[in-house]
C-alpha cells in the first residue's frame, strides 16, 4: 500500500501563491504518474495537473501558466506551485498516485489518494 499525506493549503487572498506538497510512503517503488485534483463545494472532482515519472506534465487549461507541478523522486514528494489565485480555485486539493506510465487525468487512473488539503482563495 501507498499512502499520500497532502500539506500547505490554507486561506489566502486573490492573487496571492501557495505551494501544496505531498508525501507518499509505504510501497512507493511501483508509483509512476502523480496527480493533483481538486473539488469544490458541489462539484466533482476534476483533474488540476499531472506529471510523469520522468518530468513530463499536463495541465487543465483554467491553471495553466499559474500552477507548476513538480516531484523529488528521491524524496517522494509531489509539490503544486499555485501563483495567481483566484475565488475560483477555492477546492480540496488531493494528491493521487498512478501506477501507470503515461500522464493520464482521469481520477479512475490513480490508484492512491490522499486524504485533501483545503485551498479557500477569498478576500
Known amino acids: 500500500q501507498v499512502q499520500l499525506v497532502e500539506s500547505g493549503g490554507e486561506l489566502v487572498q486573490p492573487g496571492g501563491s501557495l505551494r501544496l506538497s505531498c508525501a507518499a510512503s509505504?510501497?512507493?517503488?511501483?508509483?509512476?504518474?502523480m496527480g493533483w485534483f481538486r473539488q469544490a463545494p458541489g462539484k466533482e472532482r476534476e483533474f488540476v495537473s499531472a506529471?510523469?515519472?520522468?518530468?513530463?506534465?499536463a495541465y487543465t487549461d483554467s491553471v495553466q501558466g499559474r500552477f507548476t507541478i513538480s516531484r523529488d523522486n528521491a524524496k517522494n514528494t509531489l509539490y503544486l506551485q499555485m501563483n495567481s489565485l483566484q475565488p475560483e480555485d477555492t477546492a480540496l486539493y488531493y494528491c493521487?498516485?498512478?501506477?501507470?506510465?503515461?500522464?493520464?487525468?482521469?481520477?479512475?487512473?490513480?490508484?492512491?489518494w490522499g486524504q485533501g488539503t483545503q485551498v479557500t482563495v477569498s478576500s
Open positions: 493521487a498516485a498512478s501506477l501507470s506510465v503515461a500522464l493520464t487525468t482521469s481520477p479512475l487512473n490513480y490508484a492512491y
Open positions: 506529471i510523469a515519472w520522468r518530468g513530463a506534465t
Open positions: 509505504g510501497r512507493t517503488f511501483g508509483i509512476n504518474a
